[in-house]
């Protein structure tokens, strides 16, 4: 079992930058890719970002790419998501998830609130 702990949103202006991290509980934390998913108000959950076991290969979704940044250090069994640029179609409850490499994660956080207001 790994579990997972989001910190860091907050309310902020459009335009404006801001850091969410994740820790997770288990010091194998290195064996699973690690994800970030958000879900605004009256939609779902979509994909946000991903990044590999060793932090060398990373994927985005369209609507982040460029704004977002997704890294993570081993050593402190932590995953960050730096977001640049804002935007209020941003606003959403940020999910931190681990999985595999086949796309199938199996931990999800409890989530933290990010608003961006306009």
């Known amino acids: 079992q790994v579990q997972l702990v989001e910190s860091g949103g907050g309310l902020v202006q459009a335009g404006d930058s801001l850091r969410v991290s994740c820790a997770a509980s288990r010091r194998t934390f290195s064996n699973y890719v690690m994800g970030w998913f958000r879900q605004a108000p009256g939609k779902e959950r979509e994909f946000v970002a991903r990044i590999s076991r060793s932090g060398d290969s990373t994927y985005y979704a369209d609507s982040v790419k460029g704004r977002f940044t997704i890294s993570r250090d081993n050593a402190k069994n932590t995953v960050y998501l730096q977001m640049n640029s804002l935007k209020p179609e941003d606003t959403a409850v940020y999910y931190c998830?681990?999985?595999?490499?086949?796309?199938?994660?199996?931990?999800w956080g409890q989530g933290t609130q990010v608003t961006v207001s306009s």
């Open positions: 998830t681990a999985g595999g490499a086949g796309g199938d994660y199996y931990y």
